[in-house]
């Protein structure tokens, strides 16, 4: 594989992630502070995630977890481009989708036992009557 063939999977992975193409030479006061940011975020999200009970509130933890560990690798990925960040952005992007479905299924369950209860408790007023 030549170093065209090489720019040409990092175009379409940064396309494909929504990542702007890797910048090398990137300074080190501006990769510490966009690191910074991420990390502020990653905090923030976590925050928002205190207000939620049990089960919830871990997959919420997890994905604004796995949502930091791609900003992290994308920013790895524009101060120093690899194959290997490209590839474990793919993985952490793919876990982080795993954790949304899980966070999904959780609420729809949760919504789901509401309804039933609500019909039962329906059910038991009307047969009252």
Do not use: W
């Not at 063939?5 to 090398?24: C, E, N, R, W, Y």
């Not at 474990?88 to 793919?94: C, M, S």
Request: aromatic share 4%.
């Amino acid at each position: 594989m030549n170093k065209q063939d090489i720019s040409a999977i990092f175009a379409v992975t940064s396309l494909a992630f929504g990542t702007d193409l890797p910048a090398s030479g990137m300074s080190k006061s501006k990769y510490k502070a966009t690191d910074k940011g991420i990390e502020g975020e990653y905090k923030f999200a976590k925050q928002n995630c205190d207000s939620l009970a049990a089960h919830a509130k871990i997959i919420c933890t997890g994905v604004a977890k796995s949502q930091e560990d791609i900003a992290k690798s994308q920013l790895k990925a524009r101060r120093r481009p690899s194959k290997s960040v490209a590839h474990h952005i793919a993985i952490e992007e793919a876990e982080s989708a795993r954790l949304r479905i899980e966070s999904d299924a959780v609420v729809l369950a949760t919504t789901t036992a509401s309804i039933v209860t609500h019909i039962d408790s329906l059910m038991a007023l009307h047969l009252k009557v």
